[in-house]
């Protein structure tokens, strides 16, 4: 078991740009979590799927964010559009239904310029 | 909604003394979890310990122990005999255990801890 990873690790793009991030979960785990964390802060919650199915999405989600998990394994989280304020660390995070122990990826550190 | 709070935004201990993370947490659920990430500079998240809403006894993983007070709405990280591997951003999180929420954590901002040698 290689843990969550998460790809790329750094990614800078050009303000207006699209990007996007994929999570590989732990294979049993069937909840996926995203999160977002800024310089100084702890993560905040973004999105969270139960195999396929995304079950929440936080306010912070603006239309311009979309996360999917198509086959219930990895995940994607897309930003279109993208503007200085999306510049964070983008976690991801998987755990077994049952359990409550999110494992946490290395995270995807985004910097728009 | 849930909220952490964690006023210590930084903390000195020396090596093989215990120290002790505050935290405090608002809840209107009737069932929570609290857990404790450690992330050293590297950025990973790492999971330390978890105490149920309605354990009555302190949880402990080796080292840590989560002091929970639940009529002060505190749970507390206690790290015995401190390594200076053990220098890092700890943060307390909480996750309501019903509905359709359960599992999303809600983290505190998070206290430096630094170990002299």
């Known amino acids: 078991d290689t843990g969550v990873s998460q790809d790329p690790r750094h990614k800078i793009t050009k303000r207006g740009q699209n990007v996007t991030f994929r999570c590989d979960p732990i294979?049993?785990?069937?909840?996926l979590y995203w999160y977002r964390q800024t310089l100084g802060q702890g993560p905040e919650f973004l999105t969270y799927f139960q195999n396929e199915a995304q079950l929440e999405k936080s306010r912070l989600l603006s239309d311009r964010f979309s996360a999917e998990r198509p086959k219930g394994s990895f995940s994607t989280l897309e930003i279109q559009r993208t503007e200085q304020g999306d510049s964070a660390m983008y976690l991801c995070a998987s755990s077994l239904n049952l359990n409550y122990e999110q494992y946490f990826g290395p995270g995807t550190r985004l910097t728009v310029t | 909604a849930q909220k952490i709070t964690q006023t210590q935004p930084g903390m000195f201990v020396q090596e093989k003394e215990a120290v002790t993370l505050d935290c405090t947490y608002d809840?209107?659920?009737?069932?929570?979890?609290l857990f404790w990430y450690k992330q050293p500079s590297s950025g990973e998240m790492i999971f330390l310990i978890y105490q149920g809403s309605y354990d009555e006894q302190n949880a402990t993983e080796g080292r840590y122990s989560l002091n929970f007070q639940k009529a002060r709405k505190s749970a507390n990280l206690v790290i015995s005999a401190s390594q200076l591997g053990d220098s890092a951003m700890y943060f307390c999180?909480?996750?309501?255990?019903?509905?359709?929420?359960?599992?999303?954590?809600?983290f505190g901002q998070g206290t430096i801890l630094t170990v002299h040698p």
């Open positions: 294979s049993e785990h069937n909840r």
């Open positions: 809840t209107s659920d009737q069932s929570y979890g």
């Open positions: 999180a909480t996750s309501n255990e019903g509905g359709t929420s359960y599992g999303k954590l809600t």
